[in-house]
Each structure stands twice: as C-alpha cells, then as structure tokens.
C-alpha cells in the first residue's frame, strides 16, 4: 500500500525527533516501564493513534497482561511485546506474545526496545509460527528511507488494513535474499538462463542440471538454500509458479473454448457474371424494335 504523503512526513519528522530522544535513554539504560512511555509516545507522535484512545496496557489473555496492545473500533490491530531500551531483542522475546495472538485470533505482533521495531505475522499452523516482515533500528535508520516509511505506514492508524499488511508480507517474502535464490533455481529461470546463453553464443550446448549445479556450488550461498527459511521460500515461490501455470493454461482454455463458440464466417455472395448469349439476345432485340 501507498503511504501519503501526510503520513510520510509525519513519520520521517517523528524519527528525526526520536533518534535524539532514544540515544539519550540509551545512555542512561532507562527502565522497561520507562521504555514503554517512550514507545507510547512513538505510537502517538509517529504512527498517529491516540494513546489514551488507541494505546492500552490493559488488555488480558489468559489472565495476563501483554506489554501493550492497540485497538481502533474495538478491533485488536496488534499486540507489543517491549523490552528496555538496552535489552538486545531475542527471538525468544516475542513467543509469548505471539502465543497470546494466536489464542485471540490476532494476526499482527511487535517486538520493540523502542530502539528496534519488529514487525511479525502470526502463522496460525501446528505449532503456532511466525514470520518476520520489518526489522527496523530506529537510531541508525535514515528517516527518509523507503523501507523504514513503508513498515510505519502500514502500522499507522491511517495505513493499517489486513489487506495492506498483507500486501507488505508477500512484497517482503517475494523479495527476501532467500526468494530470489528459490527463484534462481526455478525450472523456469534456468531455461530462461540457457537460452540467454544459447542467444549469446550460438551453437552452445549446455544442460539444465550443469546451470543448477554452478549456481548452487559456486554462486548461490548455501544458507540461502538449505536452512528453514531457504526451504520455506523455496515452497512459497513454487506455489506462485504453480498458481501462475494454472492461470495461464485456463486462459489459453478460455481463448480455445471462445475461437469454438464464434459464428463461422458468412462466405461472401458470389454475383454470377451476366449470360454473354442473353446479353447478345437482348441487345439484338432493342436494334430490330421500330423507332416511334
């Protein structure tokens, strides 16, 4: 989704403000509770909710309190899991809160310091998972930075939707270092690579199997391959091929079945020329006839 301009603005000038103020408490190595104050503001400042409307730290599961949570029209956009501003965050940080989602049928968590904002989907799957789609340093981040608006935007009061969260998911997934590899390696990419090659170089021989095996021994990283999240892209970009092959043989399909439904064309009325011996006789008949 397209972030405006006003929500832009607002974002970039917030940041600038906030890097000052969160070095500071950086420095002092404030609290948690006092992170949270800082990240309240942030919410308010930069995001544009109302934190005495939007933003609460009242909001139990299971008996518990999360960090905080934001709500617009009675609706749970997303829960925040804060650290204190010197914490490093962790992955284990997050899996309560993620727990806490999943059991309330909540899609969206952040796990922030203040500093760092991560942004997660909730995988609702056995077991619960999740996926990371921003990971953003606020105090080394350029307030202008087209990933850092995009991330914010679509956590603004004004920008957040599930259709545009999602949209900035498959944007990050379709993009991601291990997506592009998956797609590298793709039966179709590697036909597309060797006739390039075939095109460069007439006459050249080469295989499928001999094009997989350079790339994944001297160009592609191995981590980008063969660990989770290589896998997981891996299985993401096949189904969008698969989709797409789909789509595409059913519109070959339609076009077939709509050539079969058309009308066969009107052959043109062919005018039989006129009878030379008739013509002959009449124009003989006019020269006998007596003039008046």
């Not at 990240?39 to 995001?47: A, Q, T, Y």
């Not at 409307?53 to 949570?69: C, K, M, N, S």
């Not at 499928?208 to 391959?225: A, P």
């Not at 339609?254 to 030379?276: F, Q």
Request: glycine share 4%.
């Amino acid at each position: 989704m397209a972030v405006s301009q006003k929500v832009s603005t607002r974002i970039s000038s917030g940041l600038k403000s906030f890097q000052n103020v969160l070095n500071k408490a950086k420095q002092r190595d404030i609290s948690e509770s006092d992170t949270v104050v800082i990240i309240g503001d942030m919410l308010s400042d930069m995001l544009g909710y109302d934190k005495y409307q939007h933003v609460t730290t009242e909001f139990a599961i299971r008996g518990t309190y999360v960090d905080l949570a934001v709500r617009v029209d009675d609706r749970i956009r997303f829960l925040i899991e804060a650290k204190a501003i010197g914490v490093d965050l962790k992955d284990s940080h997050v899996k309560q809160a993620i727990d806490y989602a999943a059991n309330e049928g909540i899609d969206w968590v952040v796990l922030t310091n203040a500093a760092v904002w991560r942004v997660y989907k909730v995988q609702f799957t056995k077991p619960i998972d999740k996926v990371l789609v921003c990971d953003i340093d606020v105090l080394v981040a350029n307030p202008r930075d087209a990933e850092v608006i995009e991330c914010f935007g679509n956590l603004s009061r004004e920008g957040f939707s599930r259709g545009s969260m999602g949209e900035l998911l498959e944007q990050k997934q379709i993009t991601s270092k291990f997506s592009l590899a998956a797609v590298l390696l793709s039966e179709t990419m590697l036909n597309e690579l060797r006739r390039e090659l075939r095109r460069l170089s007439p006459g050249l021989k080469v295989d499928i199997e001999y094009l997989e095996s350079v790339l994944l021994n001297d160009v592609i990283k191995r981590d980008l391959i063969e660990t989770e999240e290589g896998e997981s892209a891996a299985s993401v970009i096949k189904k969008l091929q698969r989709a797409l092959a789909r789509e595409r043989r059913k519109s070959e399909q339609d076009d077939d079945s709509a050539d079969e439904k058309k009308p066969a064309p009107t052959p043109p009325k062919v005018i039989a020329p006129p009878d030379p011996i008739v013509v002959a006789g009449v124009q003989g008949a006019k020269q006998q006839t007596p003039s008046a």
